[in-house]
């Protein structure tokens, strides 16, 4: 995780919120290190995790987490991590015969809408189990970018945690991501926007951050915070500042 990250939503692993909606979104830019930074966030919080991921591997997830002080191995090893790997998953349900239900079986139905095995493979992986496993603090359901998870609500019934990245399409014409973004914008506890510059590429800064508070219960002008930083994405950190405040132009 990114301690600087963690300084700006003022939060630790110790103290984390439970019960909270978290929609990353990038326009222009990769905004992949931020799923990173929630990862590794919610293993150190002792969270046991669902993550459902088609945009990378395993091992691509599990050498970043090293980078950041996790090993999800280990994790995986331990039960604390449950890994739905899309890349792989996708390849044994159009190639490989399924004695039963795969939770990814929708994308060879013609009727795409049944996510009833995916939802119960959320739900098998995050409900409480008695006995001598270790206890989890709570659940959190971590999704790398595939919008149709968005209909999965076993994490509310848990009362944990949802991490969801979407990607803004920006000027490319697309009515359902926006139907999409808006719709998860407006249920959004934290919202976290990676945005590329507007002067384009830049060695020194790579994009920029807008971080959102909402409090969907109260009034408009009661229940938005928002604050905007600059970042640099080093091998192990990522540094955030003011606009115009990197340490390369001082």
Same mark, same amino acid.
């Given at each position: 995780?990114?301690?600087?990250?963690?300084?700006?939503?003022?939060?630790?692993?110790?103290?984390?919120?439970?019960?909270?909606l978290?929609?990353?979104?990038?326009?222009?830019?990769?905004?992949s290190?931020?799923?990173?930074?929630?990862?590794?966030?919610?293993?150190?919080?002792?969270?046991?995790?669902?993550?459902?991921?088609?945009?990378?591997?395993?091992?691509?997830?599990?050498?970043?987490?090293?980078? &950041?002080?996790?090993? #999800?191995? *280990?994790?995986?090893?331990? =039960?604390?991590?449950?890994? +739905?790997? $899309?890349?792989?998953?996708?390849?044994?349900?159009?190639?490989?015969?399924?004695?039963?239900?795969?939770?990814?079986?929708?994308?060879?139905?013609?009727?795409?809408?049944?996510?009833?095995?995916?939802?119960?493979?959320?739900?098998?992986?995050?409900?409480?189990?008695?006995g001598?496993?270790?206890?989890?603090?709570?659940?959190?359901? &971590?999704?790398?970018? #595939?919008? *149709?998870l968005?209909?999965? =609500?076993?994490?509310?019934? +848990?009362? $944990?945690?949802?991490?969801?990245?979407?990607?803004?399409?920006?000027?490319?014409?697309d009515?359902?991501n926006?139907?999409?973004?808006?719709?998860?914008?407006?249920?959004?506890?934290?919202i976290?926007?990676?945005?590329?510059?507007?002067?384009?590429?830049?060695?020194?800064?790579?994009?920029?951050?807008?971080?959102?508070?909402?409090?969907?219960?109260?009034?408009?002008?009661?229940?938005?915070?928002?604050?905007?930083?600059?970042?640099?994405?080093?091998?192990?950190?990522?540094?955030?500042?003011?606009?115009?405040?990197?340490?390369?132009?001082?």
């Open positions: 995780m990114f301690v600087e990250l963690n300084n700006l939503l003022n939060t630790t692993p110790d103290r984390a919120e439970q019960g909270k978290t929609l990353l979104c990038d326009a222009k830019t990769d905004g290190f931020l799923v990173h930074h929630f990862l590794s966030f919610y293993l150190k919080a002792n969270c046991k995790v669902c993550f459902v991921a088609l945009f990378q591997s395993f091992s691509h997830y599990n050498i970043v987490g090293q980078k &950041l002080g996790v090993n #999800l191995t *280990v994790a995986r090893e331990r =039960g604390q991590l449950v890994f +739905l790997e $899309g890349l792989k998953s996708a390849v044994d349900v159009f190639f490989q015969t399924q004695e039963e239900p795969h939770p990814l079986q929708f994308l060879r139905e013609a009727n795409a809408g049944n996510l009833k095995p995916l939802f119960e493979f959320v739900r098998e992986a995050l409900k409480p189990v008695d001598g496993e270790a206890r989890w603090t709570y659940p959190v359901l &971590l999704v790398d970018d #595939l919008s *149709v968005l209909s999965l =609500g076993v994490c509310w019934e +848990l009362k $944990g945690n949802m991490v969801i990245l979407v990607h803004d399409s920006g000027d490319v014409e009515e359902e926006d139907i999409l973004l808006n719709g998860v914008s407006h249920q959004s506890h934290l976290l926007r990676a945005e590329g510059l507007a002067t384009g590429f830049c060695r020194d800064v790579h994009g920029q951050l807008r971080i959102l508070w909402r409090r969907p219960s109260q009034p408009t002008a009661q229940r938005d915070q928002s604050l905007t930083y600059q970042y640099k994405i080093q091998d192990k950190s990522v540094s955030f500042f003011a606009k115009g405040m990197s340490p390369a132009v001082l």
